[in-house]
């Protein structure tokens, strides 16, 4: 099967030096990798900016910096994906405009304002054929249920994984996470506390992308 993997942060450029982006590690991305290669998948890494090594057996791995990288680079790929797992956690909004001077200090306050970058998820499950399966997170602090049921339905995922970002040993930095996978057919199941390694290999598991593997589930 061929599986298309998104990890890692975005960054969002204010100026040669500055960029807008958030805490994700790359972590869960990458130990879904590995997780691919190692039941035997064709996968294709398309990787924000973080500090990880790239996982041995990649069939491709793709490095990019913005959300508008990450969009082109995915959805270039996802047309021969028959499964794509979106777990980067790419930047909501970017700076409007880009100042190629560095910009300087003047007021005591400095207004930058933002826009939105595109949904790539949501272009996925627009562009998403009935023979192919889309995988979502959701990274909540609240709501954690109603956010990633309505997340699901809106983007037009298969499953969606969800986690809670303010809890320890779970989210962004962690090296272990618990997340709760929903599907579009009201399945519910709890990965427990472990590392995101062994998440990743229930992650596949569950969702079915390691079909071989589902029969010892507990739903
Ligand atoms: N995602 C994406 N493109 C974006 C934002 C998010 O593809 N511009 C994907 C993420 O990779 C993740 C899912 O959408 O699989 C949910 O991301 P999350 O940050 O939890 O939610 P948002 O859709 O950004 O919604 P909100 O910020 O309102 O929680």
Redo the contacts with the bound molecule.
Sequence with gaps: MKVLI?AGP?REALDPMRFISNRSSGKMGYALAEAAVKAGHETVLVSGPCALTQPEGLAKFISVVS?AD??EA?KAEFPAADTA????????YRPKKFSASKIKKSDDTLVIELE?????????GKMKRADQKL??????TDDMEK??IG?LQ??N?DW??ANRLDLPGQGAESNTNTVILFSVKGEQVTIPLASKREVAEEILKITGVNESCKGNLSI
Aim: glycine share 2%; hydrophobic share 60%.
């Design positions: 998104t975005t959300a990450m969009a995915v797992i979106m777990c980067a956690a790419v930047a909501d939105r970058t595109e949904d790539i998820l949501a272009s996925l995988i979502g997170f959701a990274a909540e956010n990633a997340k809106r983007k995922l969606i994984a």
